[in-house]
């Protein structure tokens, strides 16, 4: 195997270790990025549904209480509100969702599905957590959820879900008395869930990883194609020219040139030893033939 060869193998070992490595650390780079910037979308989104809820609650609400008993107005609940306004989002962008998802609710369009009810149930189980993370497959990609519990900690709540005897009457005319009752305090009543695609966020992150590799192939590529330039003109070429010399002076061709000594690195510090050995050997034989 050639002086170039073995470089060549070994430059090639370090580079795909490398290469291995870097691919490891920046997929996990970029896919975390990637997650954390669909969290960051979906805590958006949950603080402006809060920023509903506290509207509608300090502002909206006491404004159409006198008119509850003659005319139940949803627009004074606070999921209600939250939830109408960011559907128009949902109506735009699909995977995008926010629901206060309920085991028992008034309206039976906020009632909590499969996944949604175990998102609860584990509130219910772990009262000191205040949010929880999780992702779930769908038809279009990956889909991150962020919830957040909704325990009943205002006695005034109860006055529309104890009892359908204590409810609005108005409340009862729109939604009937068959749901939205028997709530108590300190139970998760139910959980606000924001939901966001990961998708688009990790082909993202895929595209970006595709480049980085693809720009650190590009670099070893340029970068073992000059050293074998460098390696050819300043140390192969040189060494096979002095072999060739070497040669031909063992086998009694004295006329032999000499090798012409360029720079000041080590192949030129070789071959002037090199240049001196020959004129010793050539002057030996001189004073043998003699």
């Not at 290469?19 to 970029?30: C, R, T």
């Not at 005319?173 to 939901?195: E, M, P, R």
């Not at 073992?224 to 140390?235: G, T």
């Amino acid at each position: 195997m050639g002086l170039k060869a073995k470089f060549n193998l070994v430059l090639l070992l370090a580079f795909l270790v490398g290469l291995l490595l870097a691919a490891v650390l920046s997929w996990q780079i970029v896919h975390e990025n990637a997650r954390r910037e669909v969290v960051q979308q979906a805590e958006v989104m949950m603080a402006q549904a809060s920023a509903i809820r506290d509207y509608t609650a300090k502002e909206i609400g006491p404004l159409l209480a006198g008119q509850i008993k003659v005319r139940f107005l949803p627009h004074t609940v606070p999921s209600w509100a939250a939830q109408t306004n960011l559907r128009t989002l949902a109506a735009q962008f699909p995977d995008y969702t926010y629901k206060e998802a309920a085991l028992n609710p008034t309206n039976p369009a906020d009632r909590a599905t499969d996944w949604e009810s175990g998102i609860i149930a584990e509130f219910a189980r772990n009262p000191s957590l205040t949010s929880f993370t999780s992702t779930r497959d769908s038809p279009t990609g990956p889909i991150l959820s962020i919830s957040r519990p909704i325990r009943i900690t205002d006695k005034d709540c109860l006055s529309c879900h104890s009892t359908p005897s204590a409810a609005p009457t108005s409340m009862i005319d729109l939604y009937g008395s068959a749901n939205g009752f028997g709530w108590k305090l300190g139970d998760v009543a139910a959980a606000q869930i924001v939901s966001v695609p990961m998708q688009v966020a990790l082909d993202r992150a895929s595209a970006a990883f595709k480049i980085y590799l693809l720009a650190l192939v590009t670099v070893f590529a340029v970068t073992i194609v000059l050293l074998n330039l460098l390696l050819h003109f300043v140390i192969v070429k040189p060494i096979r020219r002095m072999s060739d010399i070497a040669s031909e002076v063992s086998l009694g061709n004295m006329d032999a040139p000499e090798f012409a000594e360029r720079g000041r690195d080590e192949i030129a510090s070789l071959a002037g030893s090199f240049n001196r050995m020959r004129r010793s050997l050539a002057n030996a034989m001189k004073l043998l033939e003699s």
